[in-house]
């Protein structure tokens, strides 16, 4: 992480509002650099609550590894731990298993890397709420598996700023973050979000949050190009990165702007409807995207754009989901873990989006969004995934980051590289792929232990029973357990 330039002396003008409805506090240090190199050297009892298994070196037996580079899966694996890095990878019989190691014999079980949750938010909506989930949110991720999290976009940034430094000094579960800034837009924001009128306005708050500590940030629907193209110089400007759920401004216009990284596919773009006017958000979008055809020209150029400008692509099918009639299934884990309240706006919500199934255009909009997603890795792109408990509330944080294995498996995408795309992708697209994403000697012990095979029942996915992170073990239903009736509350 970059060094940040001095703190001004006056905040400014515009961020002012914003920073005293976030609570903020002037005085507060910079970030030290993120946190990559093992675990913080005490963990305070509401994490031990949680640990499983915590020992110098630690020796997983017998089990399947899918390493999350692409390669075929591998049975009969030895994953050695020692001093929360990866030891050794390999054949039971070939790796030797030093006296002293905690040995656990996982017959049936897979290992696979760390998920990293690349559009992963700390807050969660219904049609009727919108709550910072500051105790469930950090243990869901883990518990599902998630060890590594992008937040893209916050609605409160110093609470994740603040859950950050907490995770990382050992006082609360979690996975590890990086937090993107406030949601920048254009006139009309409401909420959450932060308006810029300005490319002026659009550096000062860039480089304000990048200070506070942000180490991404993201556009949204309504900014114009000359405020995004400023946002992004002074991101890059500072060494830091820059993403978009956008509209207002297309994705090849986003690619020639600079953008790092673009959110959601298909389904924001709006390089392709003929009604859209410069620096505008089209109304009816879904409507005529369920008309275009992925293997068109115009389609293939944003491809080979994206591509060539290196730009990556988040997959967020899990929350988009939700807007299809008569999906996805309903799981148990669901109501338990939801508060009734969030529940009860969750299914009234998707019964009424059950009652229009007759007008809706989504079931083409869905399948061709996987299409494009698929053409895109085809063609040489780099593809992220991450859940977005957004929308109307039935995709739960980690949770939502399983269900798009399935989903993915479903848009065409074999299980291994449905696998590759939820790990060592995003780890690629965080630029920490030298520590994280894939099970490999050196890195990181970020790994997670599932009951069954994700790669030939994608569905197993759910059945994670343990969470490495830098080589500790959690245990995951002590983690899930913990969140039950809360979510939507807390």
């Not at 006056?10 to 970030?31: H, N, R, S, T, Y």
């Not at 731990?81 to 019989?93: F, K, L, S, Y």
């Not at 978009?244 to 390089?271: K, P, Q, W, Y």
């Not at 706006?345 to 969004?369: C, H, L, N, W």
């Amino acid at each position: 992480m970059p060094r940040f330039p001095q703190k001004p002396s006056a905040l400014p003008g515009l961020l002012l509002p914003l920073f005293l409805l976030l609570g903020g506090v002037l005085a507060a240090p910079p970030l030290e650099a993120r946190q990559t190199e093992g675990p913080p050297s005490t963990l305070s009892p509401q994490v031990r609550e949680y640990v499983s298994v915590d020992a110098p070196v630690v020796a997983l037996v017998g089990v399947r590894v899918v390493d999350g580079t692409g390669a075929e899966p591998m049975d009969d694996q030895v994953v050695l731990i020692r001093n929360g890095r990866i030891a050794r990878v390999g054949p039971v019989g070939t790796v030797e298993i030093p006296a002293d190691a905690e040995r656990h014999e996982l017959p049936g079980h897979t290992v696979i890397p760390g998920l990293v949750g690349m559009h992963n938010h700390t807050f969660y909506t219904t049609s009727g709420r919108s709550v910072q989930l500051q105790f469930s949110a950090p243990r869901l991720y883990l518990g599902s598996g998630v060890t590594t999290i992008r937040t893209t976009g916050a609605a409160s940034p110093y609470s994740e700023i603040n859950m950050m430094r907490q995770i990382d000094q050992g006082e609360m579960p979690g996975p590890r973050m990086h937090v993107t800034g406030p949601y920048i837009t254009g006139a009309g924001a409401s909420g959450h979000m932060l308006s810029v009128s300005t490319p002026e306005e659009a550096r000062r708050v860039v480089a304000y949050w990048a200070e506070e500590g942000a180490t991404w940030f993201k556009a949204y629907t309504l900014i114009s190009r000359a405020e995004l193209q400023a946002a992004i110089q002074e991101a890059h400007r500072l060494g830091l990165k820059f993403t978009g759920h956008l509209c207002s401004v297309s994705f090849r216009e986003a690619v020639a702007l600079g953008i790092d990284n673009l959110e959601h596919g298909l389904f924001t773009n709006s390089d392709y409807d003929p009604t859209k006017e410069a620096d505008q958000c089209p109304t009816g979008m879904r409507t005529r995207l369920a008309e275009v055809e992925i293997d068109s020209p115009e389609v293939q150029t944003t491809i080979r754009e994206m591509i060539d400008g290196g730009v990556g692509l988040t997959s967020t099918l899990a929350v988009y989901e939700l807007t299809v009639p008569g999906r996805p299934p309903l799981e148990p884990r669901l109501q338990e873990a939801l508060a009734p309240e969030a529940f009860q706006e969750y299914m009234a919500t998707r019964e009424a989006i059950q009652r229009g199934a007759d007008q809706s255009v989504m079931p083409q909009v869905f399948r061709k969004a996987q299409d494009f997603e698929v053409a895109f890795v085809r063609a040489g792109g780099l593809l992220a995934a991450g859940v977005d408990p957004t929308g109307n509330g039935g995709a739960l944080p980690g949770f939502g980051d399983q269900r798009n294995h399935e989903l993915l498996v479903e848009a065409g995408f074999t299980p291994v590289e449905s696998l590759q795309i939820l790990t060592l992708n995003g780890a690629r697209i965080l630029g920490n792929d030298d520590q994280l994403g894939s099970v490999e000697e050196g890195k990181l012990a970020d790994l997670v232990v599932i009951r069954g095979d994700p790669s030939t029942n994608p569905a197993e996915i759910r059945n994670v029973v343990t969470v490495f992170k830098d080589g500790i073990g959690y245990d995951a239903g002590r983690l899930i357990d913990a969140v039950k009736g809360v979510v939507g509350i807390r």
